[in-house]
């Protein structure tokens, strides 16, 4: 055995007493003495003599540092297609995700029947301006193809410097054959949140992740909306749609804005620290008026609790379609060296006690993002629903009337179809809210 591969077995002899300390011993042994009575001596020595066969063998060199990579890349890539390895510069592109700024094409990705598929593009990104839509499988970047590689290494083809081109090779959701696009990638700064007022007393609040700034962005959009409308709004559209999630915490904060009390979200897992519950503290934005959430197969994760949480404590009515269906929590656990792992830790429940992994949530309302036709006053073309996140600058200002405001909700229907029924139930539910407090 080589100097090399001797390190490399010290190496793993160490480091795997330290996972068990991240919850992968039973919670009543002791870490350490569980790692040390279960270590796979045999499979960790099979583990050896691979690499350094691919050492010895392999047609081209390789480096020490490749060989583990690719080894603790394809062992937490055979968990889950959550679980991952991050290596100095992938840890630090998550980070700069949280925070709402990266380099890129706006594409937050999953992986679904082994395919890796488009979860949502990011409002106002370079994607998201070309038409790529949730539910797109990516089957090359800029000629390679994605078979067989990681999430991570999706993302990696796809990160770049601004200015430079990429090219997608897509195949729509639906579609027979495979569409390119391509994209310039930008230095996004994008925030997560979104406020319009719709029409008078009726306020719209775009979510499109959950990062370090979404909680904050919730309550300066609300009272942004207080302001222009003079005066507490009677009803809210919040709207979740291609949303792909984020924070956990982010997602605990903006449920808590909208409710006085009850379980926000549970979760459970294997390790102590995966165990815990959050809970909805006094104050609501909106002061008891009505809240209408707007969700899609792009909803996901994080979005998902805000739904859950929402629906399940009875505060709002859920309008769309049904949502992606990730139920499960990543933990992001830092090396010693700079790098990290993204490990599948636990199990996220509703406050009903119920998973949507695999599931999602379904609406209490279905509306599907269908597309109405009109003609047009100028050249009679037909008219279609565009995406929301490149239209909302086109919304109708506040308080028109009259005919003004007819024909200003036959533009939002024309524009967004779910959009306008939701504001439609948003009235009906005021409506009855109103009666409720005379009586």
């Known amino acids: 055995m080589s100097m090399h591969m001797r390190a490399l077995f010290l190496f793993l002899a160490l ?38 066969l691919v050492k010895d063998e392999y047609v081209e060199p390789v480096d020490d540092k490749t060989l583990i990579h690719g080894a603790i ?30 380099n890129g094409v706006g594409i937050d990705i999953g992986v679904q029947d082994n395919a890796i598929v488009v979860i949502a593009p990011i409002d106002g990104s370079p994607a998201a301006r070309a038409g790529v839509r949730a539910g797109d499988e990516i089957l090359e970047v800029n000629g390679t193809s994605l078979d067989g590689l990681s999430l991570d290494q999706a993302s990696d083809l796809m990160r770049g410097k601004p200015g430079s081109i990429v090219t997608l090779t897509l195949l729509p959701e639906g579609a027979d054959k495979p569409v390119t696009v391509k994209l310039i990638r930008e230095e996004v700064h994008v925030p997560s949140t979104h406020a319009e007022l719709l029409q008078h007393e009726y306020g719209y609040l775009r979510i499109s992740d959950f990062g370090d700034d979404t909680a904050a ?49 549970s979760v459970k897992g294997r390790g102590p620290d995966s165990n815990f519950e959050r809970r909805a503290k006094p104050g609501d934005l909106l002061s008891g008026a009505p809240l209408v959430v707007l969700v899609n197969q792009g909803t996901a994760s994080a979005a998902e609790i805000v739904a859950g949480a929402l ?42 006690g119920k998973s949507i992994q695999a599931e999602g949530i379904v609406p209490d309302v279905q509306v599907d993002p269908l597309q109405l036709a009109g003609q047009s006053e100028d050249d009679g073309g037909a008219l279609k629903e565009a995406n929301l996140s490149r239209h909302l600058a086109n919304t109708v200002p506040a308080a028109v009337t009259g005919d003004g405001a007819a024909r200003a909700g036959d533009d939002l229907a024309m524009k967004d179809f779910q959009l306008y029924q939701a504001l ?5 539910l005021s409506v009855l809210n109103t009666v409720h407090k005379v009586q």
């Open 217 to 265: 962005g919730v309550v300066s959009g609300m009272r942004a909306l207080q302001k222009k409308n003079g005066g507490p709004l009677a009803g809210l559209v919040l709207d979740l749609r291609d949303n792909p999630g984020g924070l956990l915490d982010a997602a605990v904060d903006v449920s808590d804005a909208f409710l006085d009390s009850g379980i926000i979200v």
């Open 15 to 52: 480091s795997l007493p330290l996972a068990a300390a991240h919850g992968a011993a039973p919670a009543n042994t002791p870490p350490k003495q569980a790692a040390a009575k279960d270590l796979p001596w045999e499979d960790v020595r099979l583990l050896v003599d691979v690499m350094q």
């Open 73 to 102: 890349r394809g062992m937490l890539g055979n968990l889950d297609p959550h679980s991952d390895f991050l290596d100095k510069s992938e840890f630090s592109d998550m980070q700069s995700l949280t925070s709402g700024e990266f």
């Open 424 to 428: 439609n139930m948003l009235k009906g």
């Open 311 to 352: 629906k399940d404590n009875h505060r709002a009515l859920i309008m769309g379609v049904q949502t992606f269906g990730k139920g499960s929590v990543q933990t992001v656990i830092p090396l010693p060296q700079g790098d990290a792992i993204k490990l599948t830790t636990a199990l996220y429940y509703t406050p009903s």
